[in-house]
């Protein structure tokens, strides 16, 4: 069992970079990742029993940072008066971040976080984290066909955006 | 060329991302062939996917996850020889949590010194307790006696299940924590509108201090000193709650 221990606390530190970015993508706000990473990872750790062993621990864990921010954080936030979540531009992107990017990738990093929160998750789980339209219905609880329509109206939106964008100022 | 079932927009995303099905495919593929409407249509929902997954990635290089990463090196304790119970591993886990906590004091990042006092930890830890931390667990009154038994052992002060009886707050969970190398005894209630609220002890060698109210990263809590041992409710509830409970426990306890 210390072996299985060791082994979920490697798992877990591996996977907390993706974890975080995972969380700002729900929450659209630097700091609130940082609190959601860390209720997930307690959480997580106290519930690892229950993770089955075919389960993957990524999907896992964005599950139980999912379920949290949806019963509890975000209706907290909500509570609180500060609305629903709009991305903070200025709070997004920290300038070692920036640094790293080019105009036409800040562009469609604020493309996507700028999509209503679904349409950003669903774009999120497909594009950069590999999800299949059916794993990612499953990760959101809503029929494949929900998230092929939500998939539908975010690519609509982010081609828009990034129409007349010449192909040579996209190099990276 | 029309189609007799009409495309839709799910269909050409389909398309793109290559996961139609082969025959629904070919009869997209050749209606583009000739319907200038359609194209446009796929070029209205063309992304740069390659551009997303690179800001993302770029993104993830720059997560603050330092300190937490430190804690999963540090902040844990070695397991002990053979299995673990699994009431033992959720202390273990719980006083890797009070680690984060204290690390990661209202998510700011800051690392803060280990010197801050014990009220804020606590606070630090509660923040993250929602009503699902709790609500979910089973009400085994033989275990939730025998872990009361365990933890009030470790604190060394005498502790009943029937000293924990608080009218209108609901026992959940009796749990050792530990802060600055002293054992930490936590006592997890939900109370009628099922927030968390803890009630929390740990030796302090403090003078003896009546019931007192305060905030610690923004949670009302109630607090107070006996017999070197400090006490605190505390929880997301009103005060008056917490202040009432606390009165109930500096009696029982």
Known sequence: LADKTDAFREGLKELLPRLWRFCLVLTGNRSAADDLTQAACVRALERRHQMREDTRLDRWVFRIAQTIWLNDLRAAKIRRGKGMMQPEEADLIDPAASAELTLYLAQVLSGVMELPEAQRMVIFLVCVEGYSYKEAAEHMGVPIGTVMSRLAAARARLSAMTEGVPVKDRER | MRLAVPITDEELIAYLDDVLDPARRREIGIALESDESLQHRLAALFIDKDAIKAAFDA???????????????????????????????????????????????????????????????????????????????????ESQRNDIAAVSAKLGLSITPEALRVPGLGFKRAQLLQFQGRPLAQFAYLDADDVPVAFCATRTGDADSPVKTGRFHGLPAAFWSRGGYGFMVIGAARVEELEHAAGVLAKQI
């Open chain 2, 59 to 141: 993104v993830a290089r720059t997560a603050p996850v330092q300190h937490m990463q430190q804690r999963l090196d540090d902040g844990w304790e070695p397991s002990q020889q053979g299995g673990l119970s699994s009431w033992r591993w959720s202390r273990i886990a719980a006083v890797f949590a009070l680690g984060i906590g204290l690390g990661y004091a209202g998510g700011a990042g800051v690392y803060k010194s280990r010197d801050q006092n014990w009220h804020e930890a606590v606070a630090n830890y509660q923040v993250l307790y929602v009503t699902g931390t709790l609500a979910s667990l089973p009400a085994d009154m």
